[in-house]
Protein backbone atom coordinates (compact mmCIF):
# COMPACT_ATOMS: atom_id res chain seq x y z
CA UNK A 1 0.00 0.00 0.00
CA UNK A 2 1.08 3.67 -1.07
CA UNK A 3 2.57 5.40 2.20
CA UNK A 4 0.02 8.14 1.37
CA UNK A 5 -2.89 6.83 1.50
CA UNK A 6 -2.41 5.13 4.73
CA UNK A 7 -1.10 8.90 5.76
CA UNK A 8 -4.55 9.89 4.42
CA UNK A 9 -6.63 7.09 6.26
CA UNK A 10 -4.73 8.23 9.97
CA UNK A 11 -5.68 11.89 8.92
CA UNK A 12 -9.20 11.08 8.22
CA UNK A 13 -9.91 8.84 11.52
CA UNK A 14 -7.70 11.71 13.68
CA UNK A 15 -10.22 14.21 12.49
CA UNK A 16 -13.14 12.35 12.65
CA UNK A 17 -12.34 11.35 15.93
CA UNK A 18 -11.27 14.98 17.04
CA UNK A 19 -14.90 16.03 15.71
CA UNK A 20 -16.76 13.64 17.89
CA UNK A 21 -14.67 13.66 21.49
CA UNK A 22 -15.06 18.07 20.81
CA UNK A 23 -18.73 17.33 20.82
CA UNK A 24 -18.95 15.10 23.66
CA UNK A 25 -16.92 17.79 25.04
CA UNK A 26 -18.94 20.74 24.51
CA UNK A 27 -21.74 19.07 27.17
CA UNK A 28 -18.91 20.13 29.81
CA UNK A 29 -17.66 23.33 28.06
CA UNK A 30 -18.04 25.85 26.08
CA UNK A 31 -16.95 26.18 22.17
CA UNK A 32 -14.58 29.00 22.65
CA UNK A 33 -12.25 26.44 24.74
CA UNK A 34 -13.17 23.28 22.44
CA UNK A 35 -11.64 25.69 19.34
CA UNK A 36 -9.16 26.77 21.56
CA UNK A 37 -8.20 23.36 22.25
CA UNK A 38 -8.35 21.77 19.07
CA UNK A 39 -5.78 24.50 17.77
CA UNK A 40 -3.99 25.04 20.50
CA UNK A 41 -2.95 21.64 21.38
CA UNK A 42 -0.23 21.65 18.07
CA UNK A 43 1.24 24.84 18.87
CA UNK A 44 4.02 23.05 21.04
CA UNK A 45 4.94 20.35 18.53
CA UNK A 46 4.44 22.88 15.75
CA UNK A 47 7.34 25.21 17.71
CA UNK A 48 9.34 22.23 17.95
CA UNK A 49 10.04 23.06 14.38
CA UNK A 50 11.52 26.11 14.33
CA UNK A 51 14.90 24.16 15.60
CA UNK A 52 15.18 22.30 12.26
CA UNK A 53 14.23 24.63 9.64
CA UNK A 54 15.96 27.74 8.44
CA UNK A 55 13.01 30.70 8.63
CA UNK A 56 13.05 32.77 5.24
CA UNK A 57 12.95 36.38 4.92
CA UNK A 58 9.59 37.44 4.87
CA UNK A 59 8.04 40.24 3.39
CA UNK A 60 5.15 43.02 3.44
CA UNK A 61 2.79 40.52 1.86
CA UNK A 62 3.44 37.87 4.38
CA UNK A 63 2.42 40.10 6.83
CA UNK A 64 -0.94 41.73 4.95
CA UNK A 65 -1.87 37.86 4.24
CA UNK A 66 -1.43 37.04 7.81
CA UNK A 67 -3.58 40.35 8.81
CA UNK A 68 -6.06 39.45 6.81
CA UNK A 69 -6.17 35.23 7.16
CA UNK A 70 -6.11 35.42 11.48
CA UNK A 71 -9.32 36.74 11.88
CA UNK A 72 -10.65 34.05 9.04
CA UNK A 73 -9.26 31.43 10.64
CA UNK A 74 -10.31 32.77 13.75
CA UNK A 75 -14.06 32.71 12.37
CA UNK A 76 -13.93 29.58 10.52
CA UNK A 77 -12.88 27.59 13.73
CA UNK A 78 -15.56 29.01 15.96
CA UNK A 79 -18.35 28.63 13.25
CA UNK A 80 -16.94 24.78 12.92
CA UNK A 81 -17.11 23.85 16.45
CA UNK A 82 -20.20 25.56 17.01
CA UNK A 83 -21.78 23.70 13.81
CA UNK A 84 -20.51 20.52 15.75
CA UNK A 85 -22.26 22.09 18.93
CA UNK A 86 -26.22 22.26 17.56
CA UNK A 87 -26.36 19.85 14.82
CA UNK A 88 -25.45 16.18 14.92
CA UNK A 89 -22.00 14.79 12.97
CA UNK A 90 -23.60 13.05 10.36
CA UNK A 91 -25.44 16.45 9.11
CA UNK A 92 -22.64 18.53 10.04
CA UNK A 93 -19.52 17.09 8.47
CA UNK A 94 -20.25 16.62 5.05
CA UNK A 95 -20.35 20.31 4.39
CA UNK A 96 -17.31 20.12 4.17
CA UNK A 97 -16.86 18.19 1.32
CA UNK A 98 -18.24 21.29 -0.53
CA UNK A 99 -15.33 23.40 0.11
CA UNK A 100 -13.38 22.04 -3.17
CA UNK A 101 -15.93 24.12 -5.04
CA UNK A 102 -15.60 27.00 -2.94
CA UNK A 103 -11.72 26.82 -3.26
CA UNK A 104 -12.36 26.63 -7.40
CA UNK A 105 -14.09 30.00 -7.34
CA UNK A 106 -11.69 32.15 -5.01
CA UNK A 107 -8.54 30.20 -7.03
CA UNK A 108 -10.22 31.56 -10.11
CA UNK A 109 -10.69 34.86 -8.72
CA UNK A 110 -7.59 35.24 -7.15
CA UNK A 111 -5.10 33.60 -9.26
CA UNK A 112 -7.36 32.72 -12.43
CA UNK A 113 -6.42 28.98 -12.05
CA UNK A 114 -8.81 26.21 -12.77
CA UNK A 115 -8.27 22.56 -12.24
CA UNK A 116 -8.46 20.46 -15.34
CA UNK A 117 -10.92 17.48 -16.14
CA UNK A 118 -9.75 14.87 -13.63
CA UNK A 119 -9.49 17.62 -10.91
CA UNK A 120 -12.86 18.58 -11.86
CA UNK A 121 -14.53 15.42 -11.90
CA UNK A 122 -13.06 14.11 -8.41
CA UNK A 123 -14.75 17.26 -6.81
CA UNK A 124 -18.25 16.33 -8.59
CA UNK A 125 -17.59 12.74 -7.26
CA UNK A 126 -17.05 14.02 -3.56
CA UNK A 127 -20.00 16.80 -3.67
CA UNK A 128 -21.76 14.30 -5.00
CA UNK A 129 -21.15 11.71 -2.48
CA UNK A 130 -21.68 14.58 0.25
CA UNK A 131 -25.13 14.82 -1.22
CA UNK A 132 -26.00 11.15 -1.08
CA UNK A 133 -25.24 10.53 1.90
CA UNK A 134 -28.15 12.77 3.00
CA UNK A 135 -30.60 10.73 0.48
CA UNK A 136 -33.08 10.49 2.79
CA UNK A 137 -33.86 14.16 3.00
CA UNK A 138 -34.93 14.15 -0.69
CA UNK A 139 -38.41 12.26 -0.22
CA UNK A 140 -40.24 15.44 -1.33
CA UNK A 141 -37.50 16.23 -4.50
CA UNK A 142 -34.25 16.20 -5.37
CA UNK A 143 -33.54 19.26 -3.74
CA UNK A 144 -34.75 17.96 -0.10
CA UNK A 145 -30.97 18.07 0.83
CA UNK A 146 -30.45 21.38 0.33
CA UNK A 147 -33.73 22.58 1.47
CA UNK A 148 -33.05 20.69 4.69
CA UNK A 149 -30.50 22.93 5.38
CA UNK A 150 -32.65 25.55 5.92
CA UNK A 151 -34.41 23.79 8.83
CA UNK A 152 -31.06 22.65 10.35
CA UNK A 153 -29.60 25.52 12.55
Known sequence: MNPWVFYALITAFSLATADAISKKAMVRSNEYVI?????????PFLSL????????????????????????????????????????????IPFLAVSPVFIILIAFILLGELPDRSGLLGILLIVIGAYLLNIKTTKEDLLGAIKAIRRER
Open 49 to 92: AFFFIDIPSLDTTFWLSLLFMIPLEIAAILLYVKAIKLSPLSLT
Open 35 to 43: AWVREGYAL
